[in-house]
Structures are given as structure tokens and as C-alpha cells.
């Protein structure tokens, strides 16, 4: 039993990593073409990648919205949970239910959505909405996230703040956000991941200025070539070794 | 109203504001939009059931939808297959220690970019691509993957097993192995106290999880775009060639209208296990 | 949280700030060959200019992004040739001098006054252009078969066939199959198209964009690709030299993209030298090898700055030939374009 489990384990990690695996050998490809045969290594591409203005400008437009739109979407979402959690308000399960609702809809909705209203609106597309269209999708996230941390435990010691002459401001800062850090850190941590690697919202909201995946796209569409290969594999190590770094951490931590 | 009511309205504000501004009023929008008609190529506002009449009466419409659906099951149901083993022999078998590192790995390639993951499936599954490769090594194949529902199912799979093992490992550990244990020192046979125990337990984890797959699946375009060759339609397929190629909005609002309502019936068909705000 | 909730709100502020568009830039929604940088680089270094681009496929799409924008965002646009007269009647490209364009170096056919000069005056200017044929791989396929677009669907290379997905091309290639010369192609010869359509489907393995399309012909996954023509292949060219095309002898569509100085420019000026730049010799040579897709240039002087291998691949040669068997693209009115769009879907989802 205890055999044939971790057989599955070991077929189930080749399944994950096959893609990842073919895309970063295939980066190192010397030749114009992503697919076997092998021809050889080469850090060409990487280079070329590296060098590539469009290519890095994105990358810093993914990062400012990626981070821009997740500290928005956490502060959004951190006070509606802790007003939510805090006072008993008529109608809190519907107000619940709505800032929850977005997460069950699809991102290409919400794009096309906002594309309609903004044009209306005659709100160019930009970086700007693509971020709104973020906040959108990650602050049902942040809300719920941070509405599940919140405890009977952390309600007394707001409480015990405000007896002592607090202020809500202080009693925000001093007391609930710190004792809800690792939801907070946690929140934010995957509203940048969500944000990052979004496509649809940002192919429809942007124009001159587009995220990386954006990028991406419209380098795939323009031909094959082991450069797409070089960006993929460039994204994945880094985001990768983010993700355990962050994770070594946390477990020295606790 | 108590300060602390005025306290509490004040903290809820903004984030409903936003969610009111960007969320229910772009819907409300292109709910309007999708009673409007073309007429040539300009947008001619009003109300009719024309383009709704159009994506459930003509086939070659209503077959997108047809096949989101049965893609985004087939999806669902796989992932959630593959995945329940994944997440069980990780919190059952994987020592302590090991267990955070392991339930990383299976993970980790949720960090490459999402466009690129489908493409790097479309470098796998081509007809001289690294699979087919192996296979000729044993003799067998070439196997014709790419450009075929198997190959968007595939790369759909791979996406959502990675999710899947997430949430139902998450479910898994918070439960007791005494569970089992209690229940099988009652007599109960492996599969009894499976199918009595562990998966009533660990069934909201899977349906939050299936849940959260279908409507990024069915809602999903670039998956199909990159990897199905074209070979059939899906919904967000459609919805893009009536806006792209045709500029036709009110058509693409009607079946995003659509594909939102076969979302929300998802939802009500498994919304007593589900713990969306618990995620 | 209060510094770094306000630091993003200091940078969302700083981006909201940002698209205030100062003199020295050019905004140009275009096709993909113009975002290379080989392209415009030697124009914005020449005069000190940064060209902002968009890329967008498909008029409809283009005017959908011409109808989201203000007066004065856009200051040149690409167009495909045949819809430079729709675009230029909804009032969206401004008229050019004529005299300040060298089409006298232009092919003689791809002067386009028909398409391009509206009522006597010039909207736009032809400035790349190519064919919608039949790409193989010459070791896989019989060259020989390629001349006749009826060995397609004869059942020797079913499963082997790649169409590429744009319907306006590959309704005129089938439409030229049946002798329908794409002039004629109106809703009513379309009812008689819909059944050869199908049985190419049927023959074939997969609908797809330019990569997917170039990504099956390399690596095999189809032999031919209906639609294709020297955009496709000449990529590939120095990896692949088994890949080849041709026009059969039922014709093939000739595909041509125009740019035009888009109504309202902010800097009409800049604008039209950006066009001038494009038809140059120079800009003509350095667009026909653009990195998204290559492409005849209109302006035979082009041929001076161009290698003897470019000039193989473009079949430099042969376009006297090649010219005058081709056709230009379908033009339909509203009506029409949709019948074809819809005859497109149901053949994709058949």
C-alpha cells in the first residue's frame, strides 16, 4: 500500500513537472525552434530575453500592478472583514455574499464588463483599469481570507485596547493587524501571485502600456522560438525561489 | 445609529463602493448591452432577445457552450480524482517534516506563467514533441495529442490538480487520523470507513475546490486557444471572435450573460458544501 | 500597512499621471510586423521621437479600438488595404498629399488607387503586401499536387491539413475553387461555398492562428497549410528549407495592408513623415523582414537593400507571375462579412 502510494506520488510529480521541465530544456535550445531534436545549448535566448526592452517594461508594469492592486485589494478587503466581524450590521450576510460574489464569476466577464463601462465611461484602457479589474478579483480573496482569521481571541484584545482609551485608527493598527499578520502576509502574498499571472482582464484593459503576460502573448502569436522558452523559464525560477525562500522562513519561524 | 454601527458601515464602505463601481455595474451593463442588436457594423441599442434566440437556436453557438461544459466536467471531475490521492498520500504518508516540502513541489509550477504553461503543453504533446519521442522509443505511437480536446483537457488537468491538492490537503490535515482509526477499531472495513468517514469529512475541501476549477475552466480562454488547434469551439472562444472579428459586443454580452447564469447554477448545485468564504 | 497602502497609492497616482502625451511621440495602432524594433528604431533616433504602438487584428477590431479612443490618440493606423475606404468612410483617417508619396516606385498593382484614393483624395498607402495560397513541406507532399487546389480534399492528405483561421482569405481560396472570383463573392455564392468549406474541414487537422499554423508545419503535425503563403513560411525558412508554397492554378488571394494618418492626429505632421518613413526604400526593406512576418514590399526600390536570399524567399523573381494570377481579398458589406463569419463558426464548430 505504502509502496504503491508513493508510486503514485512520483507519477503524479512527473505529470506536474513535464511541462515545466520541457519548457526550461528547451530554452537552452541552439536552433530557431522549441521542439526536439535537441541541437544543443546555447544562452542565446536568455540574452535575447534579457535584453529585450518591450519584454522587461512589462515586467516592471506586472510588478506595479501585481503589488499596487493587492495593497489595495488587502486594505479593502482587511477593513470590510474586521467591520464585518466586528459589529452586527442589518444585512451583513447579503453585504457577504456581495463582496464574496466576484470570486464565482469568470475573469473574462469581469474584463468584458469593465471594458464596456469604462468605454462608456470613455476611460481609456490602461494600467490604471487593469488594476482596478485586480482589486476586483483579489478583494474577495483578502476579505474572506482575513474574515476567516478573525477570532474570538482577537475580538477580546480589541476590546481590552478600547476599554483602555484607544483609538479605532490605533486599535486597527496596534492590535488587529498585527495579530492578523500571517493572513495579511498570506492575502497579499497570493493577491500579487493571482494579479501577476493574469491574462484576460489585462489583454482587454491595456493598450500601449500591458503586463507581462500580455507580452508574452503577443511574442507567442508573432512565431515559435525558444525565447518564449527563455521568459517562461526566467519567470518560473525567480517566482519559484521567491516562493521557497518565503517559505523557508515562515518554517524558521514557527 | 450607534458609533458603532457608524463605525462598522464606514469600515464595509469602500470595499462595497468598489465592488458596487466595478463589479455589479459593469454586470448591469453588459446585461443592457445584451439585448441590443447590430445593424451592419454599428451597435443599435434596445431591447430584444435576438442575440439569446441566436446562441441557444443556432447550433453552431449553442455547441460552445455544449462543449465548455462537457470540457469543464470531464476537467473537474479528473482533477479531482487525480488530486484526492496526490493530497492523501501526502498528509498520510509523507512524514511530518517533509510534508510542507512535499505539498511545495507539487505545486510549484502554479508559478510559471499561465500562458506559457499551455504553450509548454503544446510543446509536449506535438507530433514530434517529447512525449510522442518516448513513446517511439517503446514503439508505440505517434499518438495525434495536440490540437485535440485531450490536449486543452490535459493542460486544463495539470492546472487544476496543482489547486485541487492544495485545497483538499488543506481539509485533509485538519482532520484526525483517530477518525479512521475509531472507526475501523468499530469494525469497519478500509473502504466503509472511506466512504463514511473520510469523505463526508473532507467533502466540503473537494467541492470548494471543484467548485473554484469549474468556473476558471469554463471561464478560461487562452487553455483552449493555445492547445485545442481549433478543433471546436468554447464559450470564451466564441465570446472573443464575436467581439474581435465581428466587434459584435452585444453578442459577446449575451453569451457572457450565459456563461455567468450556468456558473451560478454550478454554484447553487453545490452550495450547501460550500466554504467560499472559508477558502 | 498605512506606508505601503500608501505608497501604491502614490504609484497608481503616478501611473494615472503618466499617458499625458508629450510632443515628441508617434501613436500608431498597426499590425505586428511594425512593433520591431529594427523598424522603428531608425525612425525615432532620426528625429527624436518615441513610437508608441498597438497591435490589433481584424478591422473590426481596430475600430472597436478607434471607437474606445479621443480625438488625437492615434496618429497613424495600418489597415487592410480593402477596408481602407470603410474606414476612411466612418471618418476615421485623414487625407494625404499624394504628391508626397513615392508611388511611382511602387508595383504598378499595388498602387491601389481603387482602394487607397477615395473621391480624388489618397486615405492611405500601400505598404506591404504578400499571398493567401498553399504552404507545404515539399519532402511530405508531391509539389506537383499543389497546383491543384482539388488534391486538398482528394483524401490523399487528410489528417495532414492545416487551414489557417481567418475567414476572409480561406472563403476566397475556396471561393476561387469554385470559380468564384472573390469579387463576386457575395451572401449568395456563399450558399455554394459552405459544402466544399466542409469537406476541406473534414480533410483537415486543425484551424489555427499564424504560430499555431507555423508550429504544426515545423514540427510536422500537418503538411500543408491552406491559407499560407510566404508571411508563414519565410520565418522558418532558414530552419525548415523543405518548406515551401505556391499559387495553384485556381489562383490565390493577394493580401496587402495600407497605413493611413489616422483623423484628428495630435502631431499630423510627425504622422505623415512616420508614413513617409515606411514607404522609404529603407523603411520598405527593414518591413518586409519584419520579425512577426515577412512580406513583398510595395516599393520595387525596396529590392536595392534587400540580400539575394530575401529576395529568394520573398520570390522577388517571380511576382510579375505571381501578380497576375492572384486576386485581391473579398470585400463584403455588413451583411455579407457576417453570413461569412457565421459560415466561419459553424465550420470551426461543426
Known amino acids: 500500500m505504502k509502496r504503491l502510494s508513493f508510486l503514485y506520488l512520483a507519477l503524479a510529480y512527473a505529470f506536474i513537472f513535464l511541462p515545466v521541465a520541457v519548457l526550461v530544456v528547451f530554452s537552452f535550445q541552439d536552433g530557431r525552434l522549441p521542439v526536439p531534436p535537441f541541437q544543443g545549448v546555447t544562452l542565446k535566448w536568455y540574452e535575447k530575453v534579457l535584453s529585450d526592452e518591450g519584454l522587461m517594461t512589462a515586467l516592471g508594469h506586472s510588478a506595479l500592478v501585481a503589488f499596487g492592486s493587492s495593497g489595495v485589494a488587502l486594505a479593502l478587503g482587511f477593513l470590510a472583514a474586521h467591520g464585518l466581524a466586528r459589529v452586527a450590521l442589518p444585512g451583513s450576510l447579503l453585504m457577504r455574499g456581495l463582496l464574496i460574489a466576484p470570486m464565482t464569476v469568470s475573469y473574462l466577464i469581469i474584463g468584458l464588463g469593465l471594458l464596456t463601462v469604462f468605454n462608456q465611461a470613455g476611460i481609456k484602457p490602461s494600467l490604471v483599469a487593469t488594476g482596478i479589474g485586480h482589486v476586483v478579483i483579489n478583494l474577495p480573496l483578502c476579505f474572506a481570507i482575513c474574515f476567516a482569521a478573525m477570532g474570538d481571541h482577537q475580538k477580546s484584545a480589541e476590546r481590552a485596547a478600547r476599554d483602555l482609551g484607544a483609538s ?82 515562515m518554517r524558521r519561524k514557527a | 445609529m450607534s458609533r458603532e454601527d457608524r463605525l462598522g458601515w464606514g469600515l464595509v464602505a469602500p470595499a462595497l463602493l468598489w465592488t458596487a463601481a466595478f463589479f455589479v455595474l459593469p454586470f448591469l451593463a453588459m446585461l443592457a448591452l445584451s439585448f441590443a442588436h447590430m445593424e451592419g457594423r454599428e451597435v443599435v441599442h434596445g431591447f430584444s432577445f435576438g442575440n439569446y434566440v441566436k446562441a441557444f437556436g443556432d447550433w453552431s453557438q449553442l455547441k460552445a457552450l455544449v462543449n465548455s461544459i462537457e470540457i469543464t466536467l470531464t476537467v473537474t471531475v479528473l482533477s479531482v480524482l487525480l488530486a484526492w490521492p496526490l493530497a492523501a498520500t501526502i498528509a498520510w504518508s509523507v512524514p511530518p517534516r517533509w510534508q510542507r516540502a512535499a505539498l511545495l513541489a507539487a505545486i510549484l509550477p502554479f508559478w510559471t506563467s499561465y500562458v506559457v504553461r499551455s504553450y509548454s503543453w503544446a510543446l509536449v504533446l506535438g507530433k514530434t514533441g ?79 475546490g471543484a467548485f473554484v476549477t469549474f468556473t476558471l475552466c469554463i471561464g478560461d480562454y487562452i487553455t483552449p486557444q493555445i492547445l485545442g488547434g481549433n478543433n471546436e469551439l468554447t464559450l470564451p472562444q466564441l465570446i472573443m471572435l464575436q467581439m474581435g472579428r465581428g466587434g459584435n459586443f452585444p453578442m459577446a454580452s449575451a453569451l457572457s450573460v450565459i456563461l455567468m447564469a450556468v456558473v451560478t447554477l454550478a454554484y447553487a448545485a453545490c452550495a450547501r458544501w460550500l466554504r467560499l468564504d472559508r477558502l | 500597512m498605512t506606508r505601503r497602502f500608501s505608497t501604491n497609492l502614490t504609484a497608481l497616482a503616478l501611473v494615472l499621471a503618466s499617458p499625458a502625451l508629450a510632443e515628441d511621440q508617434l501613436n500608431a495602432l498597426v499590425w505586428c510586423d511594425h512593433t520591431d524594433p529594427a523598424l522603428l528604431e531608425p525612425f525615432e533616433k532620426a528625429n527624436n521621437v518615441k513610437v508608441n504602438v498597438k497591435e490589433y487584428e481584424g478591422t473590426a477590431a481596430g475600430m472597436a479600438i478607434l471607437d474606445q479612443s479621443a480625438p488625437g490618440d492615434w ?44 473621391d480624388g483624395k489618397t486615405y492611405a498607402v500601400t505598404e506591404k503586401y504578400g499571398y493567401n495560397t498553399i504552404s507545404f513541406d515539399k519532402t511530405k507532399v508531391d509539389p506537383a499536387d499543389m497546383e491543384d487546389m482539388a488534391a486538398l480534399t482528394s483524401g490523399k492528405y487528410d489528417g ?24 463576386d463573392l457575395n451572401a449568395g455564392a456563399l450558399a455554394g461555398l459552405k459544402e466544399p468549406l466542409m469537406a476541406l474541414r473534414k480533410a483537415s487537422r486543425q484551424v489555427s492562428d ?46 496587402s495592408q495600407s497605413i493611413g494618418v489616422v483623423e484628428g492626429a495630435a502631431n499630423p505632421d510627425l504622422a505623415l513623415k512616420f508614413v513617409q518613413y515606411i514607404v522609404s526604400p529603407e523603411g520598405q526593406a527593414a518591413l518586409a523582414q519584419s520579425s512577426c512576418y515577412w512580406g513583398m514590399p510595395a516599393n520595387m526600390k525596396a529590392g536595392d537593400l534587400l540580400s539575394a536570399e530575401a529576395k529568394a524567399t520573398l520570390r522577388w ?27 466561419w463558426t459553424e465550420m470551426l464548430n461543426q
Do not use: C
Open chain 3, 210 to 255: 499564424v504560430v499555431s499554423s507555423q508550429t504544426a508545419l515545423a514540427t510536422g503535425e500537418v503538411d500543408i497549410v491552406v491559407g499560407g503563403g510566404e508571411w508563414l513560411t519565410a520565418v522558418l525558412a532558414a530552419d525548415n528549407p523543405n518548406l515551401d508554397w505556391t499559387i495553384p492554378k485556381q489562383g490565390g488571394l493577394r493580401w
Open chain 3, 317 to 343: 523573381d517571380q511576382q510579375p507571375d505571381y501578380l497576375a494570377r492572384a486576386q485581391l481579398y473579398p470585400i463584403p458589406d455588413a451583411a455579407t462579412d457576417t453570413a461569412m463569419q457565421d459560415l
Open chain 3, 160 to 183: 495532414k491539413i492545416g487551414i489557417y483561421d481567418y475567414y476572409l482569405p480561406v472563403l476566397g481560396l475556396v471561393g476561387l475553387g469554385q470559380g468564384v472570383a472573390t469579387a
Open chain 3, 75 to 118: 496618429d497613424v493606423m495600418v489597415v487592410d488595404s480593402v477596408d481602407v475606404a470603410r474606414v476612411a468612410a466612418a471618418g476615421r483617417l485623414a487625407p494625404i498629399p499624394a504628391e508626397a508619396l513615392p508611388t511611382a516606385d511602387f508595383f504598378p498593382e499595388l498602387v491601389m488607387a481603387a482602394q487607397n484614393v477615395i
Open chain 2, 130 to 208: 517529447v512525449l510522442n519521442r518516448g513513446f517511439g522509443l517503446i514503439g508505440l505511437g505517434p499518438y495525434e495529442m495536440a490540437s485535440t480536446r485531450f490536449a486543452t483537457v490535459i493542460g486544463f488537468t495539470h492546472f487544476f490538480v496543482m489547486l485541487l491538492t492544495l485545497t483538499i490537503y488543506a481539509n485533509l490535515v485538519q482532520l484526525s487520523p483517530n477518525y479512521l482509526r475509531a472507526a475501523q477499531d468499530l469494525g469497519a472495513s478500509r473502504l466503509r470507513a472511506f466512504v463514511h468517514v473520510i469523505l463526508p469529512l473532507t467533502l466540503p475541501g473537494i467541492v470548494t
Open chain 1, 168 to 249: 479605532e485608527v490605533q486599535v486597527l493598527w496596534h492590535i488587529s493587524a498585527p495579530m492578523l499578520a500571517p493572513a495579511l502576509a498570506a492575502a497579499f502574498f497570493l493577491s500579487v501571485t493571482f494579479s501577476w499571472d493574469e491574462f484576460i482582464i489585462a489583454f482587454l484593459l491595456t493598450r500601449f502600456e500591458v503586463t507581462l503576460p500580455v507580452e508574452i502573448w503577443s511574442m507567442l502569436r508573432s512565431g515559435l522560438s525558444p525565447a518564449t522558452n527563455a521568459i517562461g523559464s526566467l519567470v518560473f525560477l525567480v517566482s519559484a525561489l521567491v516562493v521557497i525562500v518565503l517559505e523557508t522562513l
